[in-house]
């Protein structure tokens, strides 16, 4: 019997919405003001889902002190305050919120082993959330 | 490997719930207040979850904008500011929030076809959400 | 050196923005879809804000569980899951969130005479808000 | 073809982290600050997702004015402003949100028979959350 | 007798921090992370208060949909998915959130003369918002 | 002309109300469950408004880092997950948010000198929240 930790965490960021391998106005036509060359930006909220054995001893899914040190240096510490077009983890993927979530989802699920990623939501606004997790997964949101 | 696009949409709106094949006393009995013959109201909240590819062009599951045209023209705005009871989307049902979740997932699945809908979910209040999603989603939430 | 308690209380509600004075076609510019026949909804927020000493005793401004009682039995329970255009409070009035919240401050200011109230404040929706406080209150926000 | 209720419950109490058969040192490497000797508390939110049908007469899953009665006199009341390392629902556990969404999830699962518990979430803060349900819930978030 | 109005506005920019006149290393002292040459962003939240009587033919203070269309046209559609250091509003000043909070409020109260503006709140984080207000304003906040 | 700065922090800690000059039952009739034995807790927001020039050079009304650093040194770091009636800030006032209210207004208005403190306003739940300023502000709220 597992339970489910959810942790939510937050960076402000900038992008820029251009697909170089399409024409000037293929790009405006696709993003619409997103595509505008000086970019804009959003407080985004990245939420996390593990899951795990509820551990008899200290009875606790995971050390949230740990997830916390491994998520603020590696991930969301070098994302606050920047440009994410500049971002070597989206390593030139267009910076669309979908690319967000995958590439944080394979981040994490590759290098953080002390409980079982599930789920990544990367909130953009208050109307707006994107989510990613693996098709195998053995428990489904 | 798909993701999964979250979008929120408001509207405001009144309803009475009465059912006119119960007795006066079993709707009062059934629905207590929201049963009073004068209505009362909400701000409703609606979150489709969409599911994708991520479109290698473009970064994205589906054109957001395509999406916002879609529910705006056809569901919230003729739902806004007006009253539940009179909505031919619920065709007669009591317009309870389950039914209005139902007959939202149903027009949309039918209706929309650049995205596979996944779920639905109405929040009638900040305590209150009802969900619908077909019992063979390939993703569960 | 007085403290300020803010307080608020949640209710839904319905009405229809209808001036019978003015004709069919001047009612339909003035409040739009708000006069459709049928009405329409809110969940509403109504927040307080009392003055008072910080009781030496206590550590109180007021006894927040007789404030409550006040405003449930009186405001609140009478309001919730109601139409506004039936309600005595407004006294015939246009129920706009504007009347609304200059009639519970008239009420609260004249029946509640545990603390000192400074302001009401009534939210229609998460973008709309009113306020209303006397011109010479000792404190203005 | 079943929808899902999603009900959300708030509750104000005090905990302290601490195992006793672990040694003053090693309770403090574990808990940090939790563990402090005096306590600290949050304001919890707790919400469960309950499954149905939809019924055919009254448009709804379940009477949420019953399951209101029994949340609040039976869970929401007796642990809203109390100290949880004295609750008798945790029965000496060490009372982690881990702990308190499964215990919660068992007591309702095992009490509450007027629909089909499938998940309880406890926020703890505005950027932690716990969830439980058993593993062969016919229905997966 | 007044009435005071709130309204609430949205959108998605990318700022950065950078004065010409100081050398490289005064602004990275003076503005951080917020001074990376490729900026960073945010999703701001305008709040404008305003005063008025309360019509006794409309019970409004002002008319909703003139305002939020002025404030569409105006400012909040030009801002939105821009870059703020090219903005002419703010004409070459560096694009703090105090900065964008003077000139909207310098703006509106040129421009807007339906109701009278009392204050600009811009929040740019769940954490920090700033207010521009004149001092002589007949209502303080 | 001024502009006001708005920051908010968070924290969790535990009370319990009890004046020991007042017997049990008198206590018991004060506060209710606040007064059982085991305390109980919240997560509390604490929000400081502070005027100030803008600064022309810098465009800010105060340096936000060394805000943040004098907070959460002096007073967010010591009160986070701690009981508030054993903190010296309170000096065995009964641990109302009344009173923590006033004391971080006294606290900060003496040491921290960067910025003018107008009001600070602390949430103790969603439903509650207190505010104290100086009588003699010049700006009041």
């Known amino acids: 019997m597992k339970a489910y930790l959810n942790r939510r965490y937050r960076f402000s ?7 170089p391998a399409m024409s000037e106005s293929e790009n405006r036509a696709c993003y619409g ?10 407080n985004y909220i990245v939420e996390l ?18 997830l916390d040190r491994f998520m603020r240096e590696q991930l969301i510490g070098p994302m606050h305050e920047s440009n994410l077009n500049q971002q070597r983890l ?7 919120t979908e690319a967000l979530s995958k590439n944080i989802y394979e981040y ?22 994107f989510e990613f997790h693996a098709p195998n997964a053995s428990h489904r949101f």
């Open 13 to 19: 960021a900038s992008h820029r919405l251009d697909n």
């Open 49 to 66: 889902t593990l899951a795990g054995e509820i551990d008899k001893d200290t009875g606790m899914v995971c050390d949230l002190a740990e």
């Open 90 to 96: 989206l390593d030139g993927e267009i910076p669309t």
């Open 33 to 42: 003001k997103c595509n505008n060359p000086h970019g804009h930006g959003h």
């Open 108 to 129: 994490v699920k590759k290098n953080f082993r002390k409980a079982d990623l599930q789920r990544v939501r990367v909130e953009e606004t208050a109307q707006n959330a």
